[in-house]
């Protein structure tokens, strides 16, 4: 008799007895669906499944995808029959109970579903689609083993080639397309494009080496003499013995040598080929490491004095604290304090984690680190390929990546004995993800992270967040300061050029001070790099006609079209669209169209023509799209064979450039006069940051000159003083009087739709709910946001303000309940709410 009648399956394919147990799971699916759904575990895998481990299961009618397990009981489900699985995946967990624990509690936090968060933390490699394509095997010879069924079916896949699951199931109308195509694989009818199993491809190398019996000496000698008569032949005997010893030494041959490698050499492919069909050669294939085994070369470095004191006092403060910020200004060599950290981490057999932003993680530190570290060291980056990062998943769980340097992202992967993480420049925001949920921030959760599992984190920065610096001052986190460059270099210099006086006194060509293009000139006679920066790309952010005013806009946002010079066209920032250019005003039919301001297109054109001699390259999106521009840019300006180098804030993050004398600054009115409580923060970050590429040796004083129409401005005494304790001064007191974070947490509610009034209506009854029962102190808005349309969504921000040592757990609930009452109320149908907690 069952324990469980009302589990058991109608048809009775899996019978029970009285002693056996029914097993269920409850998954967490890739979708969002704010809860675990469960299903049974067929008899064969009820001895192996485990918590963490993945499955294939059906979702809906039609839809097969990959879940991940978060409990085994049983309990049958009360309300719904429960299906069971299709197939269990993982042997041993691919997700640990720590990462399990995370994601829950990252999905309470934030407010989305635990299925979202994992949809974002596995890579797509571990992910198994419905989009997989069944297709027909021409070498199928027994259609007496078919069902009718599968017959009709069959022909129906013959017919069309091939067919996506989700075709076939809409196809054949069944509940379950799964279990037909297994029968239809079992039977060998089908074959599947993609097997029903992980994408993850290990990488293959081909290996060539000689047959054994030509290793031996004699034989070796007589095999040359015999080649004699094919000179061809011979020399690629020759070429492998001056690659691979095996005169010397006979074992080597073992091995080999890489076949692509060898026949990159001057050696006949078709003369390798007949030696391969002779016997003389042999091929066979390894399966390699993505990552090239480097052996560690480097020593780690001598510290300074100052970076030992530094050491000493971060460790001090790890005794009492879980976080330590280090202040440490650019150039002061964090990332050798680093390294210090991270190698007694590893002694101690625990694993790190080192968090760059996205853009800081190029060749320049990866090799710093693989010199000191070896192959100990993993790489999670966005432009890795899938593969790469499936392999870096399972080389944490394997024990054979101890160490990992990553992007925001890397706070999803397997770590289950973390000892310390690194969050290098921890005030970016790029750690904070804006779409799609979890909207999570990676320092954050970082400091989550080590408090489960008893580590520590560093935080640095040379301009950290307000946030952080508080934080430190209150005690919170350790603070450790290291206000000195490395070896002595100085702080580079800062000037500020009056553009409005320079105009009026007739002292500007172009964009240009005539002061500013004196300097470039300078430099360039002395051979020196100079960085000129421009928060914007494109060529102009404007076209406009001079007759009647009209000005080019994207018809799905409200903004205006950048023009792109070197394509001739218009492009939107925020969707993407693109118009060819205008030779006509679309409203008068003037010809006078014109750009207005400038974005570092222009100013590399304008450079080229003020410069035609200098070696001039542009940095942005727009030139490092392909896979390897943005290391090429790199690696020429290292190597002198750039003079100056325009580019937007990916100029800014992490680069060690040792030939950089001066540092040109464009438009940082625009930055500074961005309405936000954060923007004198952040402009002072960022231009901070700029100017630090400047003079980072000892032997060149760095020159920074910021262009301004408004040097009055406050921020500047600051800046030039590098003086950050006034900048956090002056903005901890705005913060603590207008009750902005650190003092208050922020959760920003959007309501997006196609219609300004529906959207606006349904963020007024949001705010409205809510002031009811949170108080109108803590309920702004709504309000229409900067960039009111995007991609045809209007859109209105309801800000919610909460004191800081507010438990928010029930207050996240009800926000939840809340716009789950918008969503699901049909006056307001079609309406989207994105909920940000922590918004920046
Ligand atoms: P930060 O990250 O603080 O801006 P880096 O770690 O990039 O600074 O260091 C700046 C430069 O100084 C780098 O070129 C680095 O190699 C050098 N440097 C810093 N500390 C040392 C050290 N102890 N020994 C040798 N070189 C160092
Ligand atoms: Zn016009
Ligand atoms: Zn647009």
Same mark, same amino acid.
């Not at 480097?298 to 030992?308: D, I, K, N």
């Not at 040109?664 to 930055?671: G, H, Q």
């Not at 300004?756 to 309000?783: F, S």
């Given at each position: 008799m069952s324990l469980f009648p009302t589990a058991q399956p109608a048809s009775g394919e899996y019978p029970l007895f009285a002693e056996e147990i029914t097993y269920f799971v409850d998954v967490i699916l890739p979708v969002p669906v704010p809860r675990l759904f469960t299903y049974r575990v067929p008899r064969e895998y009820a001895d192996r499944v485990q918590v963490g481990a993945r499955v294939v299961v059906q979702f809906g009618k039609t839809k097969v995808v990959t879940a991940v397990v978060a409990k085994i009981h049983t309990k049958p489900p009360e309300r719904y029959q429960a299906k069971y699985l299709l197939e269990l995946l993982d042997e041993t967990p691919l997700v640990t109970r720590s990462q399990l624990a995370l994601f829950e509690w990252m999905a309470e936090y934030y407010l989305c579903c635990v299925g979202e968060v994992m949809n974002v933390a596995l890579p797509a490699g571990?992910?198994?689609?419905?989009?997989?394509?069944?297709?027909?095997?021409? $070498?199928? #010879?027994?259609?007496?083993?078919?069902?009718?069924?599968?017959?009709?079916?069959?022909?129906?896949?013959?017919?069309?080639?091939?067919?996506?699951? #989700?075709?076939?199931?809409?196809?054949?109308?069944?509940?379950?397309?799964?279990?037909?195509?297994?029968?239809?694989? =079992?039977?060998?009818?089908v074959i599947l494009f993609e097997e029903l199993k992980d994408k993850y491809a290990p990488k293959v190398v081909r290996r060539l080496r000689l047959a054994p019996e030509f290793v031996e000496r004699g034989a070796l000698t007589a095999l040359v003499q015999e080649l004699e008569k094919t000179p061809k032949q011979q020399e690629v005997v020759l070429q492998y013995l001056r690659d691979v010893p095996v005169q010397q030494n006979p074992a080597a041959n073992r091995?080999?040598?890489?076949?692509?490698?060898?026949?990159?050499?001057?050696?006949?492919?078709?003369?390798?080929?007949?030696?391969?069909?002779? =016997?003389?050669?042999?091929?066979? #294939?390894?399966?390699?490491?993505r990552f090239a085994d480097l052996e560690?070369?480097?020593?780690?470095?001598?510290?300074?004095?100052?970076?030992?004191?530094?050491?000493?006092?971060?460790?001090?403060?790890?005794?009492?604290?879980?976080?330590?910020?280090?202040?440490?200004v650019t150039g002061s060599g964090k990332t050798e304090v680093y390294i210090h950290l991270i190698r007694q981490a590893l002694d101690a057999g625990s694993q790190v984690l080192y968090l760059l932003p996205e853009i800081a993680l190029t060749t320049q530190i990866v090799v710093r680190l693989k010199k000191i570290f070896g192959d100990k060291v993993g790489i999670y980056h966005s432009k890795f390929s899938d593969n790469e990062r499936v392999e870096v998943w399972k080389g944490i769980l394997s024990g054979k990546f101890q160490f990992v340097v990553g992007v925001r992202s890397a706070i999803f992967l397997p770590f289950d004995n973390l000892g310390l993480i690194i969050v290098d420049e921890e005030h970016e925001s790029s750690y904070k993800q804006f779409d799609p949920a979890p909207r999570y921030h990676a320092r954050d959760v970082a400091i989550l992270m080590a408090h489960s599992q008893q580590a520590k984190v560093l935080l640095g920065s040379a301009t950290p967040s307000i946030e952080s610096y508080y934080h430190a001052t209150q005690g919170r986190y350790g603070l450790v300061k290291l206000l000195k460059r490395y070896g002595d270099a100085a702080l580079p210099d800062i000037e500020l050029i009056d553009t409005k006086q320079a105009r009026r006194q007739k002292a500007m060509q172009g964009e240009f001070s005539h002061e500013l293009l004196h300097r470039f000139r300078e430099n360039l006679d002395k051979k020196e790099q100079s960085i000129v920066f421009q928060n914007r790309r494109g060529y102009s952010p404007y076209l406009q006609c001079d007759d009647c005013g009209w000005i080019a806009k994207c018809d799905q946002c409200d903004v205006s079209l950048t023009y792109h010079q070197g394509q001739a066209?218009?492009?939107?920032?925020?969707?993407?669209?693109?118009?060819?250019?205008?030779?006509? +005003?679309?409203? +008068?039919?003037?010809?006078?169209?014109?750009?207005?301001?400038?974005?570092?297109?222009?100013?590399?054109? $304008?450079?080229?023509?003020?410069?035609?001699?200098?070696r001039i390259q542009?940095?942005?999106?727009?030139t490092t799209r392909a896979k390897n521009a943005f290391q090429q840019l790199i690696s020429e300006f290292e190597q002198g064979e750039t003079d100056m180098l325009v580019g937007t804030q990916m100029i800014s993050k992490g680069l060690d450039f040792d030939r950089v004398s001066l540092v040109?600054?464009? #438009?940082?009115?625009?930055?500074?006069?961005?309405?936000?409580?954060?923007?004198?923060?952040?402009?002072f970050q960022l231009l901070t940051q700029v100017a630090g590429r400047a003079g980072r040796r000892s032997d060149r004083r760095g020159r920074v000159i910021i262009q301004t129409s408004n040097p009055q401005n406050a921020l500047f005494p600051k800046l030039i003083a590098n003086d950050y304790e006034a900048l956090f001064g002056e903005e901890?007191?705005?913060?603590?009087?207008?009750?902005?974070?650190?003092?208050?947490?922020?959760?920003?509610?959007?309501?997006?739709?196609?219609?300004?009034? $529906?959207?606006?209506?349904?963020?007024?009854?949001?705010?409205?709910?809510?002031?009811?029962?949170?108080?109108? $102190?803590?309920?702004?808005?709504?309000?229409?946001?900067?960039?009111?349309?995007?991609?045809?969504?209007?859109?209105?921000?309801?800000?919610?303000?909460?004191?800081?040592?507010?438990?928010l757990k029930a207050i996240k609930q009800l926000i939840q309940t809340e716009v789950d009452g918008i969503l699901t109320d049909k006056a307001h149908k079609g309406v989207h709410v994105v909920v940000d907690v922590d918004c920046l």
């Open positions: 571990l992910k198994i689609s419905s989009l997989s394509k069944v297709q027909f095997n021409p $070498d199928f #010879d027994h259609p007496e083993l078919l069902t009718p069924r599968e017959a009709e079916i069959l022909d129906e896949i013959k017919k069309q080639q091939s067919l996506t699951y #989700d075709e076939l199931a809409r196809l054949a109308e069944v509940q379950n397309v799964y279990h037909l195509i297994k029968s239809l694989v =079992g039977k060998h009818a091995h080999g040598t890489d076949k692509s490698s060898f026949t990159k050499a001057e050696i006949s492919a078709s003369s390798l080929d007949t030696l391969l069909k002779k =016997g003389v050669f042999e091929q066979y #294939d390894v399966i390699v490491s560690a070369s480097a020593p780690a470095p001598v510290l300074s004095p100052a970076q030992e004191q530094a050491v000493q006092e971060i460790l001090t403060g790890f005794q009492d604290k879980a976080a330590v910020l280090l202040h440490g066209e218009l492009r939107c920032h925020y969707c993407g669209q693109k118009e060819a250019i205008h030779r006509k +005003c679309p409203a +008068c039919g003037s010809v006078k169209l014109r750009t207005v301001g400038f974005g570092t297109e222009k100013l590399e054109d $304008d450079l080229r023509l003020i410069f035609p001699e200098a542009r940095m942005d999106l727009d040109a600054i464009f #438009d940082a009115d625009r930055m500074i006069n961005f309405p936000d409580f954060r923007s004198a923060e952040r402009s901890i007191r705005e913060r603590e009087e207008f009750r902005y974070p650190p003092f208050t947490r922020l959760i920003k509610l959007t309501a997006k739709h196609p219609d300004q009034p $529906d959207a606006r209506r349904a963020a007024l009854a949001l705010a409205e709910k809510l002031t009811e029962k949170l108080g109108a $102190d803590r309920v702004l808005g709504p309000e229409a946001p900067l960039v009111e349309r995007i991609r045809n969504q209007f859109l209105f921000d309801v800000l919610l303000k909460f004191e800081r040592n507010l438990n």
